[in-house]
């Protein structure tokens, strides 16, 4: 499986950006996907997850209530929409999949991932 993300780029706090990840390669076999963000000088971070049929979404509590996971199996695509950005989420954003029906790890744990796209840079200028 291999992900691909994109919509990453510079905008100002308050403002809003949605993020695409599409999968190619063996998608039948992908379970979750996630969203994880790096900032720099610190470690990877999970920011939001979504369960195969899209009914279970998971959020890291400094997102929840301003970005929301999405995906369309149809299009392989998982989404993330960011709106009321803040400086603080700047970063490079890494979508990555599950590959297993039972990893033994929540979905909020990097475990449960098996493939990783390449990451996009979202900036938040204050």
């Known amino acids: 499986v291999q992900l691909q993300a994109s919509g990453g780029g510079l905008v100002q706090a308050g403002g809003s950006l949605r993020l695409s990840c599409t999968a190619s390669g063996d ?46 199996n149809a299009e392989n695509t998982v989404y993330l929409q960011m709106d009321s950005l803040k400086p603080e989420d700047t970063a490079v954003y890494f979508c990555a999949a599950g590959l297993r029906i039972d990893s033994g790890y929540y979905y909020t744990q990097r475990a449960a991932y098996d493939a990783w796209g390449q990451g996009t840079l979202v900036t938040v200028s204050s």
């Not at 963000?37 to 997102?63: C, L, M, N």
Request: proline residues 2%.
């Open 27 to 72: 998608i039948y076999i992908i379970n979750n996907m996630g969203w994880y963000r790096q900032a720099p000088g610190k470690q990877r971070e999970f920011v939001a997850a979504i369960g195969r049929d899209g009914g279970r979404t998971y959020y890291a509590i400094s997102v929840k209530g301003r970005f929301t996971i999405s995906r369309d």
